[in-house]
């Protein structure tokens, strides 16, 4: 059983990594406490995702949160080749 235990805050990142085989492994979080939408939209002719943050609340996209400002961080794109 551990002494103690370290927490740290966010809502979003992403990052992308190199897997077992060389391979792109894109990892993401979101996790938006105030009802906030990470929205992922595949565009297979653009080899790409695209993610965005939607404010219901508001009815618009987010620009940044106190925890985590950079609006970059809530609207950004993944190279993804989308082959069968």
């Given at each position: 059983?551990?002494?103690?235990?370290?927490?740290?805050?966010?809502?979003?990142?992403?990052?992308?990594?190199?897997?077992?085989?060389?391979?792109?492994?894109h990892e993401v979080l979101?996790?938006?406490h105030e009802g906030s939408?990470?929205?992922?939209?595949?565009?297979?002719?653009?080899?790409?995702?695209?993610?965005?943050?939607?404010?219901?609340?508001?009815?618009?996209?987010?620009?940044?949160?106190?925890?985590?400002?950079?609006?970059?961080?809530?609207?950004?794109?993944?190279?993804?080749e989308m082959t069968r």
């Amino acid at each position: 059983r551990p002494e103690f235990a370290l927490q740290s805050r966010t809502q979003t990142m992403h990052r992308t990594v190199r897997g077992l085989n060389d391979n792109r492994v894109h990892e993401v979080l979101c996790d938006y406490h105030e009802g906030s939408l990470r929205v992922y939209r595949f565009i297979p002719s653009e080899a790409k995702i695209e993610a965005s943050t939607y404010r219901p609340q508001e009815g618009e996209l987010c620009q940044g949160t106190k925890i985590v400002p950079e609006v970059e961080e809530h609207h950004f794109s993944l190279p993804y080749e989308m082959t069968r």
